[in-house]
C-alpha cells in the first residue's frame, strides 16, 4: 500500500515563495533600464499632495466616556502633505516633508445625561527613502518607506454642563516614533513638473496606554503635483 505523500515542511514552502519574489522582483529592476526616461538624478525635489485619510480616532474611549463608544473606530478628514527631496541616484532618491490629517470628530454619551465631543488632529513630520520605478516613457512608480515622528492632539469639550461644567475643555497630544510607507503612481507633464496619486500608511499613531487616546494606523489617499529643478 502505497504511502500518503507528506507535504514539504513551512519552512521550506516559505523558502520556495521568498525565491520566486526574490526572481521577480531582480527581473524587474533589470527591465528598468529598458524604458526611456527623463533623467532626474541630481535634481532637487517638491512634492505637495492633498487628500482624504482615515484614523482610528473615531470613538471616544470607555475610560472617558461611559458606555462610550470603541475608541479604535474610524474617523475622516481630509490631509495635505508637503515635501522637498534630492535624486541621489538613477532610482533612489529621499525626502523629508510635513503633513496634516484632521480635524476629526467624534463624540459619546456621559453619566447618562451628558455628552462628551472629541476633535483629533494628526501632524506627521517624515523621512523617507523613495525608489522610482519607470514603468513607461512618462510614467514610474514611487516606492517610499522611511520613519515618522506623529503627533496626535486630541480636545474634549462639554456639552449639555449637568454632569460636568458647560464648555469645559481638556486637550493632550501624544507622539510617537514610527514606520511609514507608501506607493505613488507620478505621470510627467513635462521636464519639471509632473502629476501623481499614491496612498500612504502611518502605522504608529496615538497611544495604547493613555486613556483618553486611540491607537493603531492612519492611512490617507493622496493626489498632487511634483516638481523637479
Known amino acids: 500500500m502505497e504511502r500518503p505523500r507528506s507535504r514539504p515542511p513551512v519552512r521550506t514552502r516559505f523558502s520556495r515563495w521568498l525565491s520566486l519574489v526574490a526572481l521577480a522582483v531582480g527581473l524587474s529592476v533589470l527591465s528598468v533600464p ?3 526616461q527623463v533623467q532626474s538624478i541630481g535634481k532637487g525635489t517638491l512634492t505637495l499632495e492633498l487628500g482624504r485619510a482615515s484614523a482610528p480616532v ?7 466616556a461611559s458606555p462610550g463608544t470603541d475608541a479604535s473606530a474610524t474617523a475622516h478628514a481630509n490631509a495635505f502633505r508637503f515635501l522637498a527631496g534630492y535624486q541621489f541616484a538613477q532610482y533612489l532618491g529621499v525626502e523629508v516633508g510635513i503633513g496634516r490629517m484632521g480635524t476629526f470628530h467624534s463624540s459619546a454619551p456621559y453619566a447618562g445625561t451628558d455628552v462628551l465631543n ?3 488632529s494628526l501632524v506627521i513630520i517624515e523621512g523617507d527613502l523613495v525608489g522610482h520605478l ?3 516613457s512618462r510614467a514610474r512608480l514611487n516606492l517610499s518607506v522611511g520613519i515618522s515622528d506623529t503627533s496626535l492632539h486630541t480636545t474634549f469639550t462639554t456639552q449639555n454642563g449637568t454632569a460636568l461644567a458647560l464648555g469645559q475643555t481638556a486637550a493632550e497630544t501624544d507622539h510617537r516614533l514610527g514606520a511609514t510607507a507608501g506607493l505613488d503612481v507620478e505621470y510627467r ?5 509632473s502629476v501623481l496619486i499614491g496612498f500612504h500608511a502611518y502605522p ?3 497611544s495604547s496606554v493613555l486613556r483618553d ?3 493603531g494606523t492612519a492611512t490617507a489617499i ?3 503635483i511634483h516638481f523637479e529643478f
Open 189 to 193: 507633464l513635462t521636464d519639471v513638473t
Open 34 to 36: 529598458s524604458v526611456a
Open 204 to 206: 504608529h499613531i496615538g
Open 213 to 215: 487616546s486611540a491607537s
Open 134 to 136: 519607470p514603468f513607461a
Open 222 to 224: 493622496f493626489g498632487g
Open 58 to 64: 473615531g470613538g471616544i474611549a470607555t475610560q472617558v
Open 118 to 120: 472629541a476633535a483629533d
